[in-house]
C-alpha cells in the first residue's frame, strides 16, 4: 500500500496546480461574464459563407 | 409553414415591412427584405466588414436602429478635455476607457461589437461583458481617433457611452474577487480534507494502521491551515475587533469554535490520541464564506441600482451661445455646464441636467426615474429631468440644476445618506445578537466545564459543537438580507427607499393619510360639465366662452380652451375683473363669465339656484348675456387613474384612508364620497395636521402620511412612515422615508405589495432562526450534535434565510 504516498503526493501536486489557476482565473476576470463567452466559441471570425437559419423555410 | 407575418418580417430587426416596401439587402448569398433604410444601412454594415455569422447566432431579433437615434457627434470625442473626463492614457502611448453600450440584447450582439472593433486599425484589444454591458477599449490614439471607433460601433446600431466607474464599484469588485477567492480556496482544500476524513470515519486499512493514520492526519492538519488562515481570516480578525471594543459580535462564537476544534485537533495529531476535526473546520469555514458571499452579492446588487442613478448622465452636452437669431452650438463636457445656459437636447439624447424648457414640445422618456414605460409629452415651461432621454424632437432647455443640485444626485446623495444611518433595526439585531452571543458564551463556558468533569475526552468537540451551532448569523441576517433583496426589486418600480426599516413598518399601519388632495388628484382643472339654460347650443356657449378666454392665463381658462378645441369665434373689447370674472363682444353681442356673483352684479342676471346646487362641490363658471343666463360650465379635478383601486385595496386590507387637507371643504368631501375614505378634513394647517396625527397615534394608530413631501416637514416627521410622491424637481427637497419617483398612485400600490411581502420573509426567517437556536443550544451542551453537524446546521440555516430574502428581488 506505499502507493498511496506517491498518489497522496501527485494529488496535493494537483490541488496547487488547480488552485494556482483558478486564482489566475479569478484575477483575470473569468467569472465576470458567464453570457457572451459560451456564444464566442461558436462563432468563426472568418466563415461567412453559412446561411442563416432563419432561411430555412423560405 | 410559414405565416404571413413571419414573411414580411424585417430581416434585420423583424418588424412588419410595409407592404410596398422594397428595401433589402444580401446577405449570405441572398437577398432579404428590410423595413426601413435604417435596417438595411445595419445590416449592410455588418455584411460590409464580414460579419454576416451574426445573424445565424443571434438571439430572436436585433433592436430597430433608429434614424433620429444618433446620439451625440462622435468627433466630440476626440476633444481631450472631453476625453480626460473618462480615458485613462497608459504609459506605451495607447488609451484605455470603458463604455456603456445600449442596445445590446443577445450575446452575439457582443460578439459583433468585439469582432467589429478587433478589425480596426489600431484598436488592440476590445471585450464587451454581456452580463453588465460594459465595452473594455485599448486603442492606440496616433493610430485612430476615439471618434471612428465609436462610429464604427454606431453603424452597427448599438450605441456607446462612456463610463466612469466611481470608488464604489471598485471596492465592490475588488471585495467580490476576494470573496470568490476564498470560497475557492476553502472548497478546494476542503474536499481533500473530506476525503482523508472518509478513509479515517471507517474501520478498514487506514485506520488500522497507526502509520497511515499518522499520516493521513498530518496531511489534513497541512491542508487545513491555509483554509483557515486565508479563507477564515476575515472571521478571526472581526472577532478580534469585538473582543478589543468589548462588544461581542457573531463572528466570536464561530471563531472560538474553529479555533478550539482547530487546535485540539492540531494536539491529536502530535500526540497521536484523541479525535481530530479539521474536516468540520474546513466544512464550516467553507459553508459560512458560502453564506456571505450570497450575502454580499445581494447587498451588492442593492447598491449598483443605486449607484446606477449617477451614471445616466452624459458627458457631453451642446450648449447654444449668442442670443436672438444668432444660436451657435459648442460642445461642453456636462460638468462644466452652469445654471443658466441654454442646452439643446437632441432626438434620442439623454438631458443632461434638470432644466425648464424653452422651446421645442416632444416626448420624453423618464422610466430611468419613474419606472414609468410610457414617454411623456412635455412642451415650452414644462421642467425636464436630468438623466431623462428625449424622444422625437429637439428641445431647447435652461439649465436650472446642474451636478450635485440635480434631482437625479440628491435622490443618489438621500438614499446614500439613508444607507449611511445605520438603520434602528440593524442597532436592534446587533444589540439582540450581542447578548446572545454572552449567553452562548457563557453557556459553553459551562458546558465545557461540565463535560470536562463528567468526560473529559468529550469537552472539546461538544464546546466546539455548540460554539459553532448557535451562532446567530440567521437570527442578524434575517432583516438586512430581506431589505436589500426588497430595495433593488423597488427601484425598479420608480420607488426609492431612503430608510428601509421604514417598509417593514409601512406593512403594518392602520391609517393612510393624504396630505394633499394633488396626490389623488391630477392637479389640473377640466371641464366636468356644461347645462345650457338658454336657446343657444352647447358649441356655441363653449365657443363664446372660449373666445372670451382665449388671452387668459387663469386654469379655469385653459380648462375651457382645452375642452373647446382649435375652432373658436373672435372677442373684443374683452374686460378682465380679476377675481370675478370676464365680459367682452363675441359676434356683436355681449357677453358675461365668470362667479354667480359677478354675472349677478355685471350682468344683472340671476342663475336659477336649482342649477347651482346641480353643481355640488365642483367650481363653477356662469356664461351670460343681457337677457339671461345661457350656460353653467362646471370644473372638477380629475382623480388620477389607479386612485381607486388604491382605495380598495387599502379598505379590503381594513386599513383606514383619511385626507388631510389644507384646501377648500367642496374639493375635500367630493374626494372623500367618489373614492369612499373613511374621513376627510378640509382647510387643516399644518398644526392641525400635526394635532390629528398625533391624536390617532394616541389611540393606537400606526400612521403613513401620503404626501408631496416638501412641507410640513414637522407632520411628515410625526408620521410613522412618511411617503413623498410628486413629479420632477420637487422631490428634490422632500424629506420623506419613501420617495415614489414615479407620481403615479401604481406605484404606491407596487409599493404596499412589496412591504406586505418583505414583513412575510422577514418573519418567517425569524421564526425560523428563534427555532433554530433555541433548539440546538441545548441540543449542544447535551452533546447530541457532534462538529460537523454543528457546522452543516449553522450554514445551513443562514443559507435559508439568504435564499429566502432573494425571493424578495423579484
New interface residues.
Partial sequence: MNIIFLLIGISLVLVVIIGIVFFWAIKSGQYEDLEAPRYQILMDDDDTTAAPPEDDNQ | ??DVAD?EAC?HCGEPVPPDGTLSVD????S?RVCCRGCQAVAEAIRGY????????RDGVTPKPDATDTGPDPALYDDPSIQEEFVERLPDGSCQAEFILENLV???C??LV??QLGKLDGVTEAT?????HHAHVRWLPDRIPLSRILGSVATLGYRAWPYHPDQDARRLERER?GH??RL??AG??GM?VMMFAFALYGSG?ATAEAH?RE?FRW?SLFLTLPVLAYSGAPFFRRAWRDLRLLRPGMDVPVALGMGIAFLASCRATVTGTGEIYFDSVVMFIFLLSLGRYLEFMAGKKSSERVASLTRILPAVATRLVGGGREWREESVPVARLQQGDTVLVRPGETVPADGCISDGVSSVDESILTGESLPVKKSRGERVIGGSRNIDSPLQMQVEHVRQATLLARIHALLEQGRAERPAFVVLANRIAGRFVLVVLLAAAATAWYWHTVAPGRWIPVTAALLIVTCPCALSLAMPAAFASSLAALMRHGVAVVRPDTLERLAGATHFVFDKTGTLTRGTLQLAGVTVTGAAGRAHCLAVAAALESRSEHPLARALLAAAGPDRAQAAAIHNHPGEGISGMVDGHRYFLGSEAFIRRAAGVAPVPELLQAAGSKTLAVLADDSGVLAVFRFGDEIRPGAADLMQRLHGAGRQTLILSGDSSGLVTHLTRELGMDAGWARQTPQDKLRRIRALQEQGARVVMVGDGVNDAPVLAAADVSIAMGSGTDLSRASADIILLGNSLHSLAALLEQSRRTRTVIRENLVWAGIYNLLALPAAAAGLVLPWMAALGMSLSSLLVVLNSARLAR
Fill in positions: 409553414m410559414l414573411a430581416f446577405i449570405a448569398g441572398r432579404r464580414g460579419l454576416e455569422n451574426f445573424y445565424r447566432y443577445c450575446p452575439a457582443c460578439w468585439e469582432a464587451v461583458n454581456y452580463t453588465s474577487r470568490l477567492r475557492a480556496l478546494l482544500l481533500q486499512w497511515y499520516f496531511i
